[in-house]
């Protein structure tokens, strides 16, 4: 079963608030990404956990503090965010490993928008 | 730095056409995994295929086949007498190789697809 979720599919918040976004997969993967899509573009990778470790951080501002609290779930919280943030935030997982499939499965996305 | 290069934006054909869509990459690792997934309306993106440089053979899956050459870095998709729900946009996307697992992927920047019924 190759299925990543994501919950909640849409949100919107002001800036001031404090919301998270949560990735759940059950694949037995050890490494989960966050990604951030804006319209007709690629996603843009923004952190990489790595057996419940962060292992990459592309330079993301500290609005958004991923957190892995074991190897099934990645959370993404926002605080303080800006309306250039709006986008549609990706979670990834694949397997972990030399020779194993490194495909990365994407859950269906939670769309953000900022007000 | 690795780059991936999808120089059509945007192509439309006619149901049960085939239709080709190109990717062009550039790197310096000697080992490397070339990837297609397809992004429907509903955002979620669908893995397609695989592949590593040191894996030239063609493949065909159904409708769809990939065609992966060295000598001119491309990984070119095509699919076989096309269908609306093939509507998406298709990106290519690379991939350097790591001890860790967890390489980061490097996206060209798509090309969306509409089949006309």
């Known amino acids: 079963d190759t299925e990543v979720t994501q919950t909640p599919k849409h949100l919107v918040m002001g800036m001031t608030n404090k919301k998270s976004l949560k990735c759940e997969q059950h694949?037995?993967?050890?490494?989960m990404y966050w990604y951030k899509q804006k319209a007709k573009k690629p996603p843009e990778l923004m952190f990489v956990?790595?057996?419940?470790?962060?292992?990459i951080n592309e330079s993301v501002p500290s609005r958004f503090s991923p957190e892995c609290p074991n190897s099934s779930l990645l959370n993404l919280h926002l605080h303080a965010l800006q309306p250039e943030d709006s986008a549609l935030y990706l979670c990834a997982s694949s397997p972990r490993g030399r020779g194993s499939l490194r495909e990365q499965y994407f859950g269906p996305g939670t769309r953000l928008t900022v007000t | 730095a690795q780059k991936v290069t999808q120089a059509q934006t945007e192509i439309s054909v006619v149901e049960k056409e085939d239709v080709t869509l190109d990717c062009v990459y550039e790197t310096r690792d000697t080992t490397y995994y070339l990837f297609w997934y397809k992004q429907p309306p509903s955002g979620e993106l669908v893995f397609l295929i695989r592949r590593n440089s040191f894996d030239e053979q063609n493949e065909i899956s159904g409708r769809y086949s990939w065609n992966f050459q060295k000598s001119t870095s491309s990984f070119n998709f095509t699919i076989t007498a096309s269908q609306v729900v093939d509507s998406a946009v298709y990106f290519c996307a690379l991939s350097e190789f790591s001890n860790f697992g967890n390489e980061k992927l490097t996206f060209g920047t798509g090309t969306r697809l509409t089949i006309i019924p």
């Open positions: 694949m037995g993967h050890r490494a």
């Open positions: 956990y790595s057996y419940e470790k962060l292992s």
